[in-house]
């Protein structure tokens, strides 16, 4: 008796193959199309990786194509579970689809087969899916970090190598934390436990736990970060922070908050809300936003009153405007011309300003020796400390003018520098604090 071979050869073709088969009368090789590759019916939800969305009732439909060239009735074995080699779960199925049971983030796989009128058997490739119902509220956060360390020092770290950040979790309502600090010891960050948040409304921050000690090459770094949100099947947000933050500022008081979440079930909505927070312990404020107002206190002296006033600035420092005008008026008989917005840097952490010298006023005046108008361009320096623990933040600093005619100003009044004692607090300061200043007055004069 003459040996048959039979050869089965599965080329894919617009969702097809096609399969080659010998005759039972002889070893010639025919061509016929059977079935195609299986398609699903349901839509997909996502399009990062092969994502099925169920019905309702927590089932999936499994869907495929036939296209056969002769009329010939097929049934269907359908082989379906969560093994890679998935066990028969149907015969004798004569529709071009299959209802199956499924469960939320389970990863399934299938395939189906059909025997021809002659016995050979067509079978499609295995292929598989991950089930989302809408259930499933697990959520990855992925901080990201780049650094410009080559730029500025010639290095050529990565983000690791150079920065630690923390990322925090914050409740919005009081900025208290919804998890324990997350901190690798790295730059980059991921937390893998969102879903365990209850429902609410909350922050993402961040803050430089440490940074690389580069001896006489270091400067101050600026950080780019990023936000990558990963839900499976549900939502991919990625959001961008160019230059959010540097490394300058590295303890744990200073947060930059880089985005809002409100997370209801299973779903997160998600949006971009840059702020700054300075946390000393006993409270939570928000930076420049809790900095910016009306300055109401003395300046210069307690019997001149503030004129100061702060806007927003960068993260670091409001603008200020309006320091020494009432005493400059007043006391140094000096017309201020035009004011030049200075900024104060602030610790943070330590609670200190420093005001590093720079252009504040021009002021005019009456020359009786020139018999003309003299003007006049001053710059400030000094220090200070702030308070944010009452209801308002409170300011103090010593300050001093300059300029190239008279040099260092308080010292023509004996003065080692000038104080100014502000308040944001609309109702100002209490009288009762005035008298110490007022008393250190007349103990110079």
């Known amino acids: 008796m003459k040996r048959k071979n039979i050869v089965l050869v599965s080329l894919l073709i617009l969702f097809g193959f096609l399969i080659q088969s010998?005759?039972?009368?002889?070893?010639?090789?025919?061509?016929?199309?059977?079935?195609?590759?299986p398609v699903s019916v349901s839509p997909a939800v996502s399009s990062h990786g092969t994502v099925l969305c169920p019905g309702p009732d927590s089932t999936a439909t499994l869907g495929w194509t036939y296209n056969d060239l002769s009329s010939a009735?097929?049934?269907w074995t359908v082989y379906f579970g969560e093994a890679k080699k998935p066990p028969v779960v149907a015969t004798g199925v004569t529709a071009t689809s299959y209802v199956v049971k499924v469960k939320e983030a389970k990863t399934y796989y299938w395939k189906v087969e059909t025997v021809d009128a002659k016995g050979i058997v067509s079978t499609s490739p295995t292929y598989h899916f991950i089930a989302v119902i809408g259930t499933n509220d697990?959520?990855?956060v992925n901080l990201i970090c780049e650094t410009d360390v080559k730029k500025q020092m010639g290095?050529?770290?990565?983000?690791?190598q150079t920065v630690d950040l923390r990322l925090y979790f914050l409740k919005k309502s009081d900025l208290t934390l919804a998890f324990p600090v997350v901190d690798a010891a790295k730059a980059n960050e991921v937390y893998r436990y969102v879903g365990d948040l209850a429902?609410?409304?909350y922050y993402i921050a961040v803050n430089?736990?440490?940074?690389l000690n580069a001896g006489s090459l270091k400067k101050v770094l600026n950080?780019?970060?990023?936000?990558q949100f990963t839900q499976l099947g549900l939502n991919y947000t990625y959001l961008e922070f160019p230059s959010v933050i540097t490394d300058g500022n590295n303890c744990i008081g200073f947060k930059a908050i880089l985005c809002e979440f409100n997370k209801t079930g299973a779903v997160y909505t998600i949006n971009k809300n840059v702020k700054y927070s300075y946390n000393n312990g006993t409270s939570n404020l928000d930076v420049p936003a809790i900095l910016v107002g009306t300055w109401k206190g003395w300046d210069a002296d307690a019997t001149y009153l503030s004129q100061i006033v702060s806007t927003t600035g960068n993260y670091k420092s409001?603008?200020?405007?309006?320091?020494?005008?009432?005493?400059m008026t007043n006391d140094w008989v000096e017309e201020v011309r035009n004011q030049y917005p200075f900024q104060m840097a602030f610790d943070y952490c330590a609670g200190t300003i420093s005001i590093p010298s720079q252009n504040v006023m021009e002021t005019k005046y009456w020359s009786a020796a020139d018999n003309d108008s003299i003007f006049t361009n001053y710059t400030i320096s000094g220090t200070g400390t702030f308070n944010v623990n009452g209801t308002y933040p409170t300011i103090t600093l010593h300050y001093d003018f300059t300029s190239a005619a008279a040099g260092t100003v308080a010292r023509y009044f004996g003065l080692p520098y000038f104080t100014a004692t502000l308040t944001l607090d609309p109702a100002g300061l209490p009288k009762s604090a005035i008298l110490p200043v007022k008393l250190q007055r007349i103990l110079k004069k």
């Open 208 to 211: 430089c736990k440490s940074t």
């Open 22 to 37: 010998c005759s039972k009368d002889d070893t010639t090789f025919t061509t016929r199309e059977t079935a195609t590759i």
């Open 223 to 227: 950080l780019n970060l990023y936000l």
């Open 318 to 327: 409001p603008y200020f405007t309006g320091i020494g005008i009432d005493w």
């Open 73 to 75: 009735t097929h049934t």
């Open 155 to 160: 290095l050529d770290y990565t983000a690791d």
């Open 138 to 140: 697990k959520m990855f």
């Open 199 to 201: 429902d609410g409304d």
